[in-house]
């Protein structure tokens, strides 16, 4: 985008903010079952933030000392029941992340799964929605719940039970 | 996309009195307001009728824009009970019940406000324009001083056949969670229209719409949410059609990718077409009659004096 293109696209005054804006994937309703692909995005946001978030803080605590006494206190201190939850989290966040950007990078690289374009017929769902990336996107819901439950039992037990 | 239950409900009678909350805007005071209506109703009525009803009898100060009643100019576009819709094309019926006869209506999000429910498109329409909404061609003589069509078979015609439905109503856009928090980006509606273009088989120049498309507020912002075909009035599918753009622009881009096909300009006929004579049907006539003599004289109706003075 050029200047003068890009002068012509100014914003007027009363366009809503950048903050308020960027709450509008959570203001917009659409149900669940009529667009799923949304909850996908906005999970795969939180999770993302999730994971650098961690990224950040494992960085600083894994480069605050070079003396074992000192990183056993810090070990000591992480291995808190709220840094286990914590933990938990993270695991959900990072098997959603990873399960959900296979599914992303076969669509939006290779554009697999979106259908053909088709001649519109009642009942109207647009052949992206009855491909096979939607069918891919719940079995990514249903994995990662899955294995949510496994990384919950294996970090609060200490061991998995098969 | 009209849901199937949206569908069913629309056959259903309304609520006999329905509240509507508009959100309003006043750009004399810059004030930003919702506003309460109560309203009653009929069955068939849309939101737009609603909105027109409290024009006329209440509050005649309320905005909106509209033109064709049917879903077909795309200007009538607004957010009910938070989804974006076409005011012209949702039953009140559909959006209320007896339990619930609350309708929120707002102004399209990601688009500045003018007044009301009147939205600023120019932004929208600039990006349309940057896509180059033409078909090009090597020689532009072939569009500009054209004698003859571009050949284009019915499959051909398929692929693009979904994208050349848009009305441009903005549903799509103000749905878009990237165009929220990137209001360069161009949107799927320019996107869609980017590839309806480029996947055309009567346009020869797809390369340079590909260098407008492939930048970062371009095909590579999009993240998938699906919400613009989920939205979309005209099943226009927007969604797919930007996931194939940026497929195109990455093998454009490794060097594997160009057009397969275009098509040439038809010229002249081969042969010239073959003339039918006209003749008048004699299987199902009055009897008597002579359809030839008929079409001869001419046509006179009388009128009485009473159809006159009506």
Known sequence: MNKTQKQRVKMLQNMIGFFRASLNPWVIRVKFKENPERVAFILHRVSGAIIAFYLLAHIIVT???????AWERILNTLSS?????????????????????IRLLLVEFFGVGIGRPELPKPPYIPPSFKGGQRKALYAVFILSIIGSILSAVLIFTGKLPI | ML???ELEAAKRTPPKEVILKVKRYNPETGKQYIK????????G???????????????????TRYSCRMGVCGSCGMIINGKPRLACQTQVAAVATEENPVITVEPLYNIPVIRDLVTDFTPFFEKHKMIMPYIMRKNPKEVDE???????????????????LCIMCGLCYSACPVTASDPEYLGPQALAQAYRYIAD?????????????????????????????AVCPKMVDPAAAIQRLRKITLFYRLGLWRKKKTSRVAGPLEKPLRKIEAQYPTHNLVEGADPEKQAKEPVSIDFTDEMLSE
Do not use: Q
């Open chain 1, 81 to 101: 029941p709220w840094n286990k939850v914590g933990e938990w989290i993270l695991a959900t966040a990072i098997i959603y992340h990873g399960l959900n950007g």
């Open chain 2, 201 to 229: 088989v009567r346009d020869e120049e797809p390369e340079k719409r590909i260098v407008v498309v492939d930048t970062e507020h371009g095909c590579h912002r999009c993240h998938f949410a699906g919400t613009c075909s």
């Open chain 2, 36 to 43: 309460e209506y109560k309203i009653l109703t009929y069955r």
């Open chain 2, 3 to 5: 849901e199937a239950e």
């Open chain 2, 146 to 164: 054209a004698e003859y069509e571009f050949l284009m078979s019915p499959e051909e015609h398929l692929e693009i056949y979904e994208y050349s």
């Open chain 2, 45 to 63: 009525m849309t939101i737009l009728d609603a909105l027109n009803y409290i024009k006329e009898n209440i509050d005649p100060t309320l905005t």
């Open chain 1, 63 to 69: 480069s605050y000392t070079d003396d074992p006494l």
